[in-house]
């Protein structure tokens, strides 16, 4: 059995990593592993294990190698809160084919404390082709990128000759087939039923080729507080057994929920017709909408806008799945305009009527969609008519800012483009409140993009939540990103027949929402403490972190690339918050 070093690089509050973590703009420390394949050592093993950083924009292909954007051997380190989900990733450089590899993680102890093995949710990084960069318009290039988790690499079928794409699907008497996810037609897919395995499926790697792993971990939330130990064993039929050591930090103090509001755009709805065996974006079943609404809850997103047409029926029953997944009832996003100023009223107590038996506080209704010049304007009276009924609005908008049409008239600015803090101070001083939207949409592969401008990017600005587009929005089927003449498909988690298929992107943006709730429980502690020398310098720490955030410019693809320290800013988080409660 081979076993790789320990080199420690837990999260802990030490003096270095204080020091370092001061710095904003510093370049990540991750550097690109050299080819050490020649070494003598190396030359014995069938593989070579790197340590990756989950969350960044640098893609790991099978043919990486020797460029593979990681350290090699090494222990992978994980920290949190209970309650909280953090990622791990490690790439294997086959140097021949692995069959049958299998990945498994003991469970991790420290002292007499057990954090189980079933607190991880082990996953393999699907490479596929799709349409471009951009989620509005896709250029006619197929781009091969790396953005599935999947338990059974199997699942999807790439073709790297003809490049396209292939989905199993599983019939109802239990047979499977492949249907073809990258033709310009539609109707090849009407008949998918994906079906993914429940746990993470022994498979081949080719020999001279890179494959990466993810590792998803769901701290107990009666964990006690310390540092775990255990390993990740990797096998492959005739070759010895490899052990990487991994290290679970877990903070002895709660994480605070985020202040701001993190809804998005969810066009799933119940249908009145029956839609089991049905895979798509808009229309589900209530099986299917239950996990999708659970995973939202798991990614830091509570508030899903309702896109669920007005029904006496099928209204309740989408806001007791929302009811039974732990969603809030303080408030309330309805996907439904008020209508004429006649009936603006009775579109508020008809919906009033609606949620009253789930308790929520305020309902907002939608303005006309990114309206601008006379569309926004003949809105004015139906907007004052739902505020004077006790509703409020909420509305998109990216020509034209309506602030100067509108004020306190929209309650909820959903902004397109880049977190512009001088526009968080005009609407803040008519009471209302601004979220991020479409910077960018939904469907960059690109997790560190959206972990920061969907986390500290909006702290900084002073914004008050996100409701970007969409979780799921198919022009075409959602499983293929090339069968719309223009756009491409906007998708955070692929619908399943039993569940969803995550992507990086969608676990950037979860980090992105951990980030805040860092910095929001150091608001706390330091209120807490207020006096303190320490709540002075940890206020004056964050004051300078705010302090670095440059007006992000309209369009997310005119701007910089996100910082690349944003693991040295939660870990100074953490060592602030352990100074002021222990």
């Not at 090849?188 to 971990?217: C, M, N």
């Not at 755009?265 to 017709?273: I, M, Q």
């Not at 732990?326 to 107590?349: E, Q, R």
């Not at 970007?468 to 959602?478: D, E, P, S, V, W």
């Amino acid at each position: 059995m081979q076993k790789f070093g320990t080199t420690d690089r837990r999260s802990g509050p030490s003096v270095i990593s204080i020091i370092a973590a001061l710095t904003w703009f510093l370049p990540s420390s991750a550097g690109v592993a050299q080819n050490s394949e020649t070494s003598g050592e190396n030359a014995k093993r069938p593989l070579i294990v790197y340590r990756l950083d989950p969350i960044t924009n640098t893609r790991v292909l099978p043919n990486s190698f020797p460029n593979i954007p990681g350290e090699e051997g090494g222990e992978l380190s994980l920290a949190g809160c209970r309650g909280e989900y953090e990622s791990a990733s490690l790439a294997i450089y086959a140097r021949q084919e692995l069959k049958n590899l299998q990945l498994e993680i003991s469970d991790l102890r420290c002292a007499n404390q057990v954090l189980p093995k079933s607190s991880f949710e082990p996953f393999v990084v699907k490479c596929w082709y799709q349409a471009g960069r951009d989620v509005m318009f896709h250029d006619g290039v197929k781009r091969f990128v790396p953005e599935l988790l999947l338990k059974d690499d199997a699942l999807v079928r790439v073709d790297t000759q003809n490049e396209t794409n292939q989905v199993r699907s599983t019939e109802e008497s239990g047979g499977t087939g492949y249907l073809p996810a990258s033709g310009k037609d539609p109707k090849e897919l009407e008949q998918l039923r994906p079906v993914d395995a429940a746990t993470l499926q022994p498979l081949t790697i080719p020999g001279e080729t890179v494959k990466q792993f993810w590792l998803t971990l769901h701290i107990p939330d009666n964990a006690a507080g310390g540092t775990y130990t255990g390993t990740v064993r990797l096998s492959a039929a005739g070759s010895k057994t490899v052990e990487v050591p991994i290290s679970v930090t877990v903070h002895d103090f709660e994480l605070a929920y985020p202040r701001m509001v993190y809804s998005i755009y969810y066009p799933g709805k119940l249908s009145a017709e029956p839609t089991e065996g049905t895979i798509a974006a808009h229309y589900k079943s209530e099986e299917q909408m239950r996990v999708e609404l659970a995973d939202m809850v798991a990614h830091g997103v509570q508030y899903p806008n309702l896109w669920q047409a007005y029904s006496k029926e099928l209204v309740p029953r989408a806001l007791k799945l929302r009811e039974e997944a732990g969603m809030p009832n303080d408030l309330l996003f309805i996907n439904t305009p008020p209508g004429a100023p006649a009936s603006a009223a009775g579109t508020v107590s008809g919906w009033r009527e609606l949620t009253e038996g789930f308790g929520y506080d305020d309902i907002y209704l939608y303005g006309l969609d990114e309206a601008h010049g006379t569309q926004l304007r003949i809105q004015k009276p139906s907007w004052e008519n739902v505020q004077k009924a006790g509703g409020k609005m909420y509305a998109s908008a990216w020509k034209e800012d309506p602030f100067e049409v509108m004020g306190s008239r929209l309650n909820v600015l959903v902004w397109s483009g880049g977190c512009q803090p001088n526009k968080a101070k005009q609407w803040h001083s008519v009471g209302s409140k601004i979220f991020s939207y479409s910077n960018p949409q939904v469907g960059v592969e690109e997790p560190l993009l959206y972990r920061y401008n969907y986390g500290l990017a909006l702290w900084k600005a002073d914004y008050d939540g996100s409701m970007t587009f969409a979780y799921q929005y198919a022009y075409g089927h959602i499983w293929n990103d090339f069968d719309s003449e223009n756009f491409r498909d906007h998708c955070f988690a692929y619908p399943t027949a039993n569940g969803v298929v995550g992507t990086l992107q969608w676990e950037g943006f979860r980090e992105g929402v951990d980030d805040v709730r860092y910095i929001n429980t150091l608001e706390q502690a330091i209120e807490k403490a207020a006096g303190s020398q320490a709540a002075l310098e940890a206020s004056r720490w964050l004051e300078d972190l705010k302090r670095n955030q440059s007006q992000q410019n309209a369009s997310w693809k005119a701007q910089g690339p996100p910082p690349e320290n944003l693991d040295q800013v939660r870990s100074r988080a953490v060592a602030w918050i352990k100074q002021l409660t222990e």
